[in-house]
C-alpha cells in the first residue's frame, strides 16, 4: 500500500514521512482544501528526498478557471517540473460541473513526464466512470476521490471505478473507522490528512486582525498531527499485510 499525507509546510511534510507515509501532496492552507504551494516549500521539500506531488489551484472555491487562472497554473506546472516534483495534482471543471478536458489535456502536456493526479474536482462529476476513462487517454494517471462526501457513502462509486485498468484509484476519507471498508475495498493507494491546531501567540488575543474581523486564522494554524499519523499510518499497513 502506498500511504499519501496531505501537508502545507516544510514541518509537516518531515513529520509525515517521519510517521511512515511514502509520499506527501504538498498544498498551501489545507483548511480550504489547499492551493498552490510556494516554489521555496516545495523546493525544500524536495531537497530533503521527500516525494512529492504539488497541488496546482490558484485560489479557493470552486474548480471552474478563467483564462488567467489557467495561464497561471501552466505556468506554475511548468516550475514544478523544473523544479523536480515528482508530480502534479490538479482539477479542471466546466460550469456545469463536467471535467474541463480541454484545458485538462494542456495541463498533462505541460507536465511533461510528471505524474498526474486529478483531485477530489472529481467528486461533483456525474458520469465518473466515462469521465475517468476520458482522463486516463489524456495523460492522468490518478484520480483522488471518496466516490462523494465521504468513503462510507462513496463505497459502491469507488467499487465500480476500481473496475478500470487505467487511472489509479487514490481514496481519501481514511479514518480509524474507515480501515477495514479500505482493506474490504482493496485500495492499494490511500490519501491522509491530519491536523493539530498550534495557537501563534505573536497575534492570539490582541483583537487585531489582518482578514476577517473574528477569523480564527489569524490566530490559529495546523500541523500534521505526529501521534495520529503514526498510529493511522501503523494500522493500514497492518490491514494491508
Known amino acids: 500500500m502506498i500511504i499519501e499525507v496531505c501537508v502545507d509546510s516544510l514541518e509537516s511534510a518531515v513529520t509525515a514521512i517521519k510517521?511512515?507515509?511514502?509520499q506527501v501532496e504538498l498544498v498551501s492552507l489545507t483548511e480550504v482544501g489547499g492551493i498552490?504551494?510556494?516554489?521555496?516549500l516545495l523546493e525544500a521539500v524536495l531537497e530533503r528526498g521527500i516525494t512529492t506531488m504539488a497541488m496546482v489551484r490558484p485560489?479557493?472555491?470552486?474548480?471552474?478557471?478563467?483564462?488567467f487562472d489557467k495561464e497561471v497554473m501552466l505556468r506554475d506546472v511548468e516550475a514544478f517540473r523544473r523544479a523536480g516534483a515528482q508530480g502534479v495534482v490538479f482539477g479542471a471543471l466546466n460550469a456545469d460541473g463536467t471535467v474541463d478536458f480541454e484545458f485538462s489535456k494542456r495541463f498533462c502536456e505541460k507536465a511533461g513526464d510528471m505524474d498526474v493526479v486529478f483531485h477530489r474536482a472529481f467528486e461533483v462529476v456525474k458520469d465518473k466512470m466515462s469521465a475517468a476513462r476520458e482522463l486516463s487517454e489524456i495523460g492522468v494517471r490518478r484520480i483522488l476521490t471518496k466516490g462523494g462526501n465521504s468513503l462510507v457513502d462513496g463505497q459502491d462509486v469507488i467499487?465500480?471505478?476500481l473496475t478500470l485498468e487505467k487511472p489509479e484509484i487514490i481514496s481519501g476519507g481514511v479514518r480509524e473507522n474507515t480501515i477495514e471498508?479500505?482493506?474490504d475495498l482493496?485500495?492499494?493507494?490511500?490519501?491522509?490528512?491530519?491536523g493539530r491546531e498550534v495557537v501563534d501567540t505573536s497575534t492570539a488575543g490582541t483583537g487585531i486582525y489582518f482578514g476577517k474581523n473574528g477569523d480564527k486564522?489569524?490566530?490559529v494554524y495546523t500541523v500534521a498531527d505526529a501521534d495520529y499519523l503514526e498510529r493511522i499510518?501503523?494500522?493500514?499497513?497492518?490491514?494491508?499485510?
Do not use: M, Q, W
Not at 498552490?36 to 521555496?40: A, D, R
Not at 485560489?59 to 483564462?67: L, M
Not at 499510518?233 to 499485510?241: C, F, H, M, T
Open 19 to 22: 510517521a511512515g507515509a511514502d
Open 159 to 161: 467499487r465500480e471505478l
Open 181 to 183: 471498508l479500505i482493506k
Open 36 to 40: 498552490t504551494p510556494s516554489i521555496g
Open 217 to 219: 486564522r489569524d490566530e
Open 233 to 241: 499510518v501503523g494500522n493500514l499497513r497492518a490491514s494491508s499485510r
Open 186 to 194: 482493496g485500495l492499494k493507494f490511500v490519501h491522509v490528512s491530519s
Open 59 to 67: 485560489r479557493a472555491a470552486g474548480f471552474c478557471y478563467s483564462d
